[in-house]
């Protein structure tokens, strides 16, 4: 057994031969950690994709950078 098959990459057809699938394995959700889906992929569900993108909106992610916020000029 190679690294390979131990990672569960490579499987064998019916007379032994290997098949080796055209994509990766699907990667879990980044939110709850269930198998993605097709419709909602990277994420599970609608739910998880929608809490995804409510913790961009209020500010939960960020990307980081050294540049300093503009001035406001409307006094806020």
Do not use: H, Q
């Not at 098949?19 to 990667?27: D, G, H, N, T």
């Not at 990277?42 to 409510?54: E, K, V, Y």
């Not at 209020?58 to 980081?64: L, P, Q």
Request: aromatic residues 4%; hydrophobic residues 30%.
């Amino acid at each position: 057994m190679d690294a390979s098959d131990a990672e569960g990459m490579l499987t064998r057809d019916r007379e032994g031969a290997e098949v080796i699938p055209l994509r990766a394995p699907r990667s879990p959700c980044p939110i709850c950690g269930a198998p993605a889906t097709r419709a909602n992929r990277p994420f599970c569900s609608r739910r998880c994709a929608d809490l995804d993108l409510g913790k961009w909106l209020n500010g939960s992610y960020r990307i980081e950078t050294d540049e300093a916020p503009p001035d406001r000029e409307d006094g806020e």
